[in-house]
C-alpha cells in the first residue's frame, strides 16, 4: 500500500505555493494559471455560486466569461491543508464574503499525476449565513416572541406579579390614544380597571434581536371595558425587548388604531 504519511512538510508546501498562485490568477483573471491548476479532463468538476462546471471544457468556458476583479473573498477566516503521503491532497478554506454577511466555504482535491504534476481534480465552492445570525438567532427570536405571548397573558388573567416580572423599570407605554404611561402608571391603571381588557387576541407576530434588544411587531384584536364602555377595535403594535439578567423584559411599546373597514 502506498504511503499516506499526512502533512509531510515539503509536500504542504507544494500544495501551499500552487494554491496561492491559483488564488492570485482568480484576482488578475490569469486563465492560463486557471487552467493549467486544473486536470484536462472530462471527469474533472467545480461546483462555483453560480455555475456549475462539469469537465475541463465547461470550466474554462466560465472562467473566460468571469470579468476580472477583487473577487467574492473579503477576507480569509481559515485555510486547511492537508496532504496524504506524496501525491494527494486536499485544500479547504473559509472565508468572508465581500459585501455580504455571509461565510464562503471553499474546497479542492489535489492530484498529483505522474506526467503532469499536481492538478485539482475537484472543487465546490458555497456560502452560508453565519452561525450566529442563523441559529442562536432564530433561537432568540423564539425566546422574545414567548416573553411577549406571556404578557398578553398576564393582562388577560390580570396575574399583576406575573405582568410586572414581564416589564422592565423603565418601561415607556404608548397607548393606541397617544397617552403615555411608566411602568408604575401602566399596571396602576390596569389594577384599577382602567381600562379593563376583556379580550386580547394576538397575531401576525414577528420578532428580530438586535444583540440583546428584540423588536416585536404584531397585530392584535382588543376588547377593551372603560368607564362603562365596552369597543373592540385592532391595532398595530411594536413592542421592543431587553435582555437583562437572563430575562426578556418590555421596555417600550408603542400601538396604533387599524381604522376600521
Given at each position: 500500500m502506498s504511503?499516506l504519511?499526512?502533512n509531510?512538510p515539503?509536500?504542504?508546501a507544494?500544495v501551499?505555493?500552487l494554491?496561492?498562485?491559483?488564488?492570485?490568477?482568480?484576482?488578475?483573471?490569469d486563465v492560463?494559471?486557471?487552467?493549467?491548476?486544473?486536470?484536462?479532463?472530462p471527469?474533472?468538476?467545480r461546483?462555483?455560486?453560480?455555475?456549475?462546471?462539469?469537465?475541463?471544457d465547461e470550466?474554462?468556458?466560465h472562467r473566460?466569461a468571469?470579468?476580472?476583479?477583487?473577487?467574492?473573498?473579503e477576507?480569509r477566516?481559515?485555510?486547511?491543508i492537508l496532504?496524504l503521503?506524496?501525491?494527494l491532497?486536499?485544500?479547504n478554506?473559509?472565508y468572508k464574503?465581500?459585501?455580504?454577511?455571509?461565510?464562503g466555504r471553499?474546497?479542492?482535491?489535489?492530484?498529483?499525476f505522474?506526467d503532469l504534476?499536481w492538478?485539482?481534480?475537484?472543487?465546490?465552492?458555497?456560502?452560508?449565513?453565519?452561525?450566529?445570525?442563523?441559529?442562536e438567532n432564530?433561537?432568540s427570536?423564539?425566546?422574545v416572541?414567548?416573553a411577549?405571548e406571556?404578557?398578553?397573558?398576564a393582562?388577560?388573567?390580570q396575574d399583576?406579579?406575573?405582568?410586572?416580572a414581564?416589564?422592565?423599570d423603565d418601561l415607556?407605554?404608548?397607548?393606541?390614544?397617544?397617552r403615555?404611561e411608566?411602568k408604575?402608571e401602566?399596571?396602576?391603571?390596569l389594577?384599577?380597571?382602567?381600562?379593563?381588557?376583556r379580550?386580547?387576541?394576538?397575531r401576525e407576530?414577528?420578532?428580530r434581536?438586535?444583540?440583546?434588544?428584540?423588536?416585536?411587531n404584531g397585530?392584535s384584536?382588543?376588547?377593551v371595558?372603560?368607564?362603562g364602555k365596552e369597543?373592540?377595535?385592532?391595532?398595530?403594535y411594536l413592542?421592543?425587548?431587553?435582555?437583562?439578567?437572563g430575562?426578556?423584559r418590555m421596555t417600550?411599546?408603542?400601538?396604533?388604531r387599524v381604522?376600521?373597514a
Open positions: 504511503d504519511t499526512a509531510l515539503e509536500v504542504v507544494e501551499r505555493a494554491f496561492e498562485r491559483y488564488e492570485q490568477a482568480l484576482v488578475d483573471k492560463d494559471v486557471l487552467d493549467a491548476t486544473f486536470w484536462r479532463s471527469h474533472t468538476i461546483y462555483a455560486m453560480n455555475e456549475h462546471g462539469y469537465g475541463f470550466i474554462h468556458a473566460v468571469r470579468p476580472p476583479g477583487p473577487g467574492t473573498k477576507r477566516i481559515r485555510l486547511e496532504t503521503g506524496r501525491d491532497a486536499t485544500v478554506l473559509e464574503v465581500r459585501g455580504k454577511d455571509l461565510i471553499q474546497s479542492q482535491t489535489w492530484v498529483r505522474p504534476g492538478k485539482v481534480i475537484s472543487a465546490h465552492v458555497s456560502a452560508v449565513e453565519p452561525p450566529s445570525s442563523k441559529g432564530s433561537m427570536e423564539n425566546e416572541l414567548q411577549d406571556k404578557r398578553f397573558d393582562m388577560r388573567k399583576w406579579p406575573a405582568l410586572e414581564a416589564l422592565a415607556t407605554y404608548v397607548h393606541s390614544t397617544a403615555l411608566t408604575a401602566h399596571v396602576g391603571n389594577r384599577a380597571g382602567k381600562p379593563f381588557y379580550g386580547i387576541a394576538p407576530q414577528k420578532a434581536v438586535i444583540g440583546d434588544v428584540g423588536i416585536v397585530v384584536e382588543m376588547s371595558e372603560n368607564a369597543q373592540k377595535f385592532t391595532v398595530r413592542a421592543v425587548y431587553a435582555k437583562r439578567g430575562q426578556w417600550a411599546w408603542q400601538s396604533t381604522p376600521d
